[in-house]
């Protein structure tokens, strides 16, 4: 477990006297959580067909279904021989989706056998630049309203470091009116730009 996401547990969620692979789990089963709003379960033990009861480190939905979590909190890429343990436990136990969840990634074969066996494979770490690439990271939006008389323009600058990214699709400036913008909420719902605009335009000091 890197130092940045410890922090993050430690700070957000609870200072206790964990081990870092338990911390992790805890941290997976938060944020699987937050992505599926279904009721997330750390460190549960069930039983397989086979009549063994097999501890998961993750689990995630109503007892009809079911999607298993295998963290490894790993400082190296996760080898075949840990995704071809977890596949004994999930053909066993059989949910309707299986994820391994790991800090490093995992080596060509483990990703092989992963997508033959139906094994979702996911990373959970600090950002990196690369993760970035290919994404505009800024963007400089600047509202100049003057006057009440008329809708404003809204006026935006990509930042220089990005400008290859988009400079082939709209440029790097621009200006927009408001009924052309759409913005997402954090419930993922849309709205016009225009529905935040006009409750605020008529507090907005002239000059």
């Not at 800090?103 to 990196?128: D, F």
């Not at 990509?158 to 990214?165: G, H, Q």
Request: glycine share 8%.
């Amino acid at each position: 477990m890197t130092a940045e996401i410890e922090q993050v547990y430690d700070r957000n969620i609870a200072a206790d006297a964990l081990r870092n692979s338990d911390k992790y789990e805890r941290l997976t089963a938060i944020v699987f959580y937050l992505l599926t709003e279904q009721t997330t379960v750390h460190d549960l033990r069930l039983r397989g067909d086979s009549g063994v009861k097999h501890q998961i480190d993750v689990v995630i939905g109503p007892e009809h279904r079911r999607l298993l979590i295998e963290c490894k909190d790993y400082d190296k890429t996760v080898g075949l021989p840990q995704v071809r343990n977890f596949f004994a436990v999930v053909e066993d136990v059989s949910p309707d989706e299986a994820f391994m969840v790991t800090t490093c990634g995992y080596s060509a074969q483990a990703i092989t056998y992963a997508e033959a066996k139906g094994i979702r494979l996911a990373l959970l770490r600090s950002p990196e630049e690369e993760d970035s690439a290919g994404l505009v990271k800024r963007v400089q939006i600047i509202v100049n309203a003057t006057t009440r008389v008329g809708d404003p323009l809204i006026s935006w600058q990509v930042t220089e470091d990005d400008w290859a990214e988009v400079a082939d699709v709209q440029g790097h400036l621009g200006s927009t009116g408001v009924d052309e913008i759409t913005m997402t909420l954090p419930d993922g719902s849309m709205t016009g730009f225009r529905d935040l605009w006009e409750p605020i335009e008529g507090q907005i000091p002239l000059g």
